[in-house]
């Protein structure tokens, strides 16, 4: 049976395979085949929340909200560049925990502190979106959305009496959402003075800690406990309105200053005076300036052939640094032809001025305040000029002055009662910072020219844009509050050869002042008239003496 049973197999395998083979074949080629449908394919919106989340079991927050956007090169650049991050900032933490640690030595009978082990580990954050806010303000804010599941490997080791106690931080995950202002924008590199963190929700941080090997998590109801109080603790350090500032430049150095006074200058008259005419007289008027100020000297009246002339007259200048600006005094002789000779000049710096305090100077004209140059014996004459510093009432306070009841303060912007706004002078300030869409039908060179009290100033000239940005400033000393006053803003292009069309008007605002006198400023965008789509950014203000 053996022998037969063998034979029967090998005869069956010879066989049996070109018999299967062979039905095979023509089942394959004879047989009907199926009708096969093709798939449904249906945009993602049409389908369903369950169909939904079983394609995307997370959806990217840069498809749930489109504002945000996807930042996959940063996320390249922090997997690339976290092994020096790594290190980088576990170096940071063991220096600023190193005092820390020092405080503790020797209290509780604790003897040592140090880490055993301080890594992040492998696996960077991971920015999930990010969008870029526009304000008004010179700044950029930036929101993201991180999410970091690390595998960090930190370890404390604890020498307390005579027992080694180690702490270990595992499975850390963290969730937030920061906001990040830089402010202000400055033409210093790198272009902004300081960072300003805030975080827009409660932050989500997951860990695991263990000491001496024993998971103390799985405590009943310490894991809750901890995660309360760590999301408390944060949120009153960073949650918004609460912010963390990283000074990265000298602000007072890089900033632009903003008028904090007013100087009132009378200058009373001069005597003896220099000769510089042929017939012995000399024709004399003062030229007054603060140093760091780029607006035009006021001038005095010229008083004909007078060598002990009296002028009595009053100027008010803006002060924005008393600590370090000068009043420039330049007394001239006038001529009708060539230029002007100069009679003297003398300085006075205002810090030598307390505010609200009215002082005298006589001074002794020099030839120039050059002291590497040996002074000149031949006498100049002297000049007589009264002082005071008036701060503005919002910034009475740096200068030891009295603000009560100068209004009260919401949401940052201090809010005028209408009795104050019936009296004191004050300055108007008008910053035209740039403009967006202005097309001309000839040609798109613009600037600005702005009308207030029957008096023009203008912006300087940008050529071949519908875009351009000035920031430019004017100011407008003023004897009382403008409260029905309107300031006409209007947009020109001027062809650079001449032509019968050399100027065209691109748009133009009325903007009425007593918001901002109420307000104490207005910083908006204004659609301009007359203009397709053009608008105008403008920030005013209004300080009162």
Known sequence: MGLFGSFLGIIGFVFGIPLGLLVGFFVFVYSETKQVKEPVVRPISELGPHALQELLPEIPLWVKTPDYERVDWLNKFLLDMWPYLDKAICEIIRSTTKPIFAEYIGKYQIKAIE??????????????????????????????????????????????????????????????????????????????????????????????????????????????????????????????????????????????????GILHVNVIRAHKLLKMDLLGSSDPYVKLSLTGDKLPAKKSTVKRKNLNPVWNEKFKLVVKDPQSQVLQLQVFDWDKVGAHDKLGMQLIPLKMLKPYDNKEFTLDLLKDTNINETPSKKPRGQIVVDLTFVPFKEDSNKFGGNSEGYGRKESGIDVVSDDEVQEGAGLLSVIIQEAEEVEGEHHNNPFAVLTFNGEKRKTKVMKKTRHPRWNEEFQFMLEEPPLREKIHIEIMSKRKTFSFLSKESLGHVEINLNDVVHNGRINDRYHLINSKNGEIHVDIRWKVV
């Open 115 to 260: 880490f055993e082990e301080l890594t992040l580990g492998t696996l960077p954050p991971t920015i999930c979106g990010m969008k870029v806010l526009e304000t008004n303000e010179k700044e950029l804010v930036m929101e993201q959305v991180i999410k970091w599941a690390g595998n960090p490997n930190i370890v404390l080791n604890l020498q307390v009496s005579s027992l080694n106690i180690t702490v270990q931080l595992v499975d850390l995950q963290v969730f937030a959402m920061p906001r990040v202002t830089l402010r202000p924008l400055v033409p210093t590199f790198p272009c902004f003075a300081k960072v300003v963190v805030s975080l827009l929700e409660k932050p989500h941080v997951d860990f695991g800690m263990k000491i001496s090997g024993g998971d103390i998590m799985a405590i009943p109801g310490l894991y809750r406990f901890v995660q309360e109080t760590i999301k408390k603790q944060v949120a009153s350090l960073y949650l918004w309105p609460q912010t963390l500032e990283v000074p990265i430049l000298d602000e007072s150095t890089v900033a632009i200053k903003k008028p904090v």
